[in-house]
């Protein structure tokens, strides 16, 4: 067991996967020489050589139609795409052809390919480095969808991630890639995908979230347990697939739900999460299911800490839910 | 006297009179020049408004659309042909990165009056591809507006709103519709964006759908009537953002009941955002759970058969309604 952050914990799934399969490869904009721009993978080209961690030039289509090609040939590439904001010119690559290519070849093509990419805002990046692109890829079937929000599931998710024979996207929340820290053993782990984890237990209100808004919904947990009211927060972990058997689970027992994320509200995830619990557990709802989310607009420099979702405006939706 | 025209000549008809009364109105896109458009959309528009204003482009989704872009900051009012929708997703980054952003990270000082038009959806046998509904990947996305308009008179009028928006319109048609023909007035009009349409009257249950797959669910809404006695009220958004939600709550505080209609994949498609404020500021009218009809979460199938499988029909939209009225 050591103590790490999230990047200490990613490094050493990249670390541990490279060493155990010849054909996991590591590319992306400076993650060779330089480490990567947040250091998840330094040192580990020095490690395992130029064919196996490499840079790539400025061209996100093509580090990801590589990576398509490399999985179509029986590799397991984990490109970086430096920030999620940056994927969009490989969406095409990824809704496309990435997606849909074991449907597509009967079968006979998978597509064992991990997309590690930063997500979320909190660090002053502005328009361009704060995005939280889920909704979209979570929307096409075909990718599964992967959002740690603590070092030991960040290990073990991402090792599972590459061990997976299907396309991951798996998004780090970056806001908190040093902040959370924690107990990780220093040799390899996987944990399912699709499995929720209960990061509080309350009979109150079920709080579902992922990613960084873990930590805001645990301190809304800590506010609102001073006023009596006992949230039941649940980590998801995993949007595709997702664990819907625990949430629903949990809002059988509140009959409360709020559910918290940082992309734009309007489409976001929480509208699927809110849609399914309104059709398969209607009849447990005492109050609208409340939802927590960024604001429907371009992502603020200026303004983003009032745009995130924090603690207070989680606690106020769960007195809102609870006093319905 | 209204005519009867097919969807493509409504949409003809919408670029031709906003070219004529807007020099700065100028179309851009795969073949939309001398080939008229792969859905003959834009016939006979090169030789009358010239070279200057129909472009034939080079197959590169993201170069146009970001010349568009460009184009539309400086003052002119650019119409994209996507010649399908799904093309799109080429210039995914263009849309969501720069035409969606620019107003605001300009603090006003800059719009992008574009509009991004083309088929969308289904359109028999063209596979995984060639099928999707992009809509919800645009509706997610703040800065843009996403229209799906469902008969000829309105492809026309809200084609014509997009055009004269000064906010970028992503304006998605279906490819299997350009020869549906109806009624279109005479003369000059224009229909609101944002503003949706009851196109059935009822008493029984909501049902909220648009584009082509409404027709579906018209058809299913007279089955119900005739076989089952339960009276649909459909209610087409015609816009999907903004979203007219409260012509969606109204209906549902008359029906008490539910159901959304729509092409494209269930799990996290624009069905899950209307469920989510039906639930959210009808809770107390809300008598049954409300229900989503609508593709399998598959990419689209080949085969005819499969497609027909995948794609919201007659029964199972009746199926939901009935289940929602507990009948």
Redesign the interface.
Known sequence: MSVMNIIQAVHSALDSELARDPDVVVFGEDVGRFGGVFRATDGLQAKYGEDRVFDTPLSEAGIVGTAIGMAAYGMRPVPEIQFADFIYPAFDQIVNEMAKMRYRSGGRIGQPVTIRTPVGGGIRGGHYHSQSPEAYFAHTPGLKVVCPSNPYDAKGLLISAIRDDDPVLFLEPKRVYRAARGEVPDEPYTLPLGKAARVAEGEHVTVLTYGATVHEALKAAEIARGEGLALDVLDLRSLVPLDEEAILESVARTGRVVIVHEAPRNCGFGAELAARIAEKALLHLECPIERVAGFDTPFPYTLEMDYLPDAKRIVAAARRAFSY | MPRTLQVREALNEALAEEMERDERVFVMGEEVGHYQGAYKVTRGLLERFGPRRVWDTPINE?GFAGIGIGAAMVGLRPVIEFMTF?FS??A??QI??NA??IR??SAGRLSVPIVFRGGGGAARML???HS?ATE??Y?????LKVVVPSTPAEYKGLLKASIRDDNPVVFIESELMYGAKGEVPDGEYVIPLGVADVKRPGTDCTVVSWGRILHTALEAAEVLAKEHGIECEVVDPRTL?P?DEQAIFASVRKTNRCVVVHEG?R???????V??R????C?DW?D?????VCNV???QPYARELEELVLPSVERVVDAVRRASYR
């Open positions: 993201g799904n997703l080429v995914f980054d969501v990165n969606a952003k605001q990270m596979a995984a591809q999707q919800p990947y509706a997610h996305v703040p800065g953002r979203l994949w799990y996290g498609g624009v069905g899950a955002e469920v989510d039906v639930q959210s500021s809770f809300l049954a759970p409300v229900e989503r979460d598959v990419p």
